[in-house]
């Protein structure tokens, strides 16, 4: 049932039954080292391209949802996502390697979401019942494609964000399969904001106007309050603009709790020195898959507001004197 | 409802009221030259990179679009959709212009199926009434992206598509708000095919098998032949590409009938000497939402598969010695 603009209530019942992440050896050390399961031994894996090294990542991933849902990859009706690569490369060659109808999304690092809100969509209309939801980043795919080759060298600036080496991954199911299984209850879909911010090195201000809109709707949609959640987190934001979020809501009347929170700000612990904190496409997938099922799982928060965000620019855009619009999809998760 | 692996009879009635596309100048003296009612006058239009020209052809694309259906852009619940650039740089910064949901796919080429299909799903749950679908290729973004600088001025290989200047975008609604509105019917998702093929300047033969694939796919799913449709239209395998996906689905004892066709073959002369045709995101949306459409409402078809397709390649996956995985949805369009 649609709510207000941009929200939608489901009717049926959305399930994850199934939750699988793989992460980088840094990402393993941060603040959430304890959730994560599935660690690359280094970032290559005898590929010979990080481009092949995230795909194999992601395919891992994929292979790791289906082992721990006992289910083979032809009881999905499809298999969608995306990652940071020019033209999903890594997300396209890993659907290759699975038999069924592939969906290729592009929202930057806000993909886990727009896949989250598309596959409810799907099964809320009673033709798909099963379907996984994959994402992945890497960083040095990302920073070669992005910014500049790794062998410069070049110093990071104070506001710059970490890609994180990552893949998290769902199922989505209209039936309750597993013990534990949160259901997808309602989804805020956002629009392309631009606050007009040019540097690509400030994701996090690019973002965080983007955030701000979607949760706003979000509320204001569903008629709930911050409060309604036992946690809110933001995709990848970092430190700086989960910041510029709250001071945004706070102009808007919208007083944030402490409960409010950002994957990317609280996955690299402060020792790591990566500045704002971790990002990309991988980042709300994997912190999701591991940490936020964890704590849903031992009844920790019971009511999950997840919001990832992404930033589409691509690596001409800012060269061509353009702004960098972003986007944010609200998902709301309910034991 | 679901019908047989990939393949869903669609339960409501999903509309397609309007169509619009603008194309440019040399896919406007092809042999679709009548057709075609929005042309570009170059293929800059006073933008400073040929990235912003597609931006803005995307964008003057679903302006004309809300024109012709008579509604305004917050009439719909969303738009989707994609393009052939980094990050869909130009589907991206064309959906900043309007103040509605966004959900970013890539497909290559096939992403108007893939919206298409993704956009019945969205109506058929219920909870979107009217979507907006919109694609665009250009010539000279995709070429400096994915081949060589057009001032190389490189010699084109015999087997070489030419990606279409164009843009197509359709309207899919629960409701027929006008006189003439054929239905989407039926879909048949895509999977990732690779049949091994390493040239990057012969994607018709990359995308053949797909296309074949999905054909057989569609076929046995829906229990339908060939001769079910007055018309079957691939996306843009192109002469040769056409010419091997008739072959490959004889192969499989599917003899397909005179009535099957490409918009990448026909789109333009055999004087304007392009090889094998065109090719781009836009080229089925465009020659869907033109000729197509047309030749739906003038009652010339009744019954129309539309099958884009696409090859899921990078500028670097050649370069990194990777083979061109190619998928393709089958769309079943009637009046």
Tied chains: 1, 2.
Excluded at 11 to 32: C, H, M, P, T, W
Excluded at 165 to 191: Q, R
Excluded at 278 to 283: F, I, L, R, V, Y
């Amino acid at each position: 049932m649609k709510k207000g603009k941009q929200s939608v209530f489901f009717q049926k019942d959305i399930f994850i039954n199934d939750a699988a992440s793989y992460v980088g050896k840094r990402e393993s050390e941060g603040n959430l080292r304890d959730y994560f399961q599935n660690v690359l031994k280094d970032d290559l894996m005898k590929e010979k391209s990080y481009e092949l090294a995230e795909t194999k990542m992601q395919k891992m991933t994929v292979e790791k949802l289906l082992e721990v849902s006992g289910k083979t990859v032809n009881d999905f009706d499809c298999i969608m996502g995306g990652d940071l690569q020019n033209q999903i490369f890594a997300t396209s060659f890993c659907a290759r390697e699975f038999d069924i109808p592939f969906f290729g999304l592009y929202g930057a690092c806000s993909t886990f979401g727009e896949g989250l809100c598309a596959g409810g969509l799907f099964i809320e209309s009673g033709n798909f019942k099963k379907i996984i939801v994959v994402t992945s980043s890497h960083f040095s795919s990302a920073e070669r494609n992005y910014r500049f080759p790794l062998e410069l060298g070049n110093q990071r600036t104070p506001l710059s964000q970490w890609t994180v080496t990552a893949s998290g991954a769902v199922t989505l199911s209209d039936e309750k399969y597993k013990d534990f299984a949160p259901k997808i209850t309602a989804i805020t879909v956002g629009k392309v904001v631009d606050f007009g911010v040019t540097d690509a090195n400030n994701m996090g201000a690019a973002m965080a106007p983007a955030a701000a809109d979607t949760l706003k709707t979000h509320f204001s949609d569903l008629s709930r309050s911050p409060d309604y959640y036992d946690a809110i987190f933001t995709g990848d934001l970092g430190i700086f603009g989960h910041e510029l979020c709250t001071h945004l809501l706070s102009n808007d009347g919208i007083t944030m709790p402490k409960t409010f929170s950002d994957c990317g700000k609280i996955i690299f612990s402060e020792k790591q020195k990566v500045f704002m904190g971790g990002s990309g496409a991988g980042c709300s997938s994997a912190v999701f898959a591991s940490y936020l099922f964890e704590l849903l799982r031992k009844n920790e928060i019971k009511k999950l507001l997840l919001v990832p965000t992404g930033a589409l620019l691509n690596k001409d855009s800012p060269l061509q004197k353009q702004s960098i619009p972003g986007i944010a999809h609200a998902v709301s998760i309910e034991v």
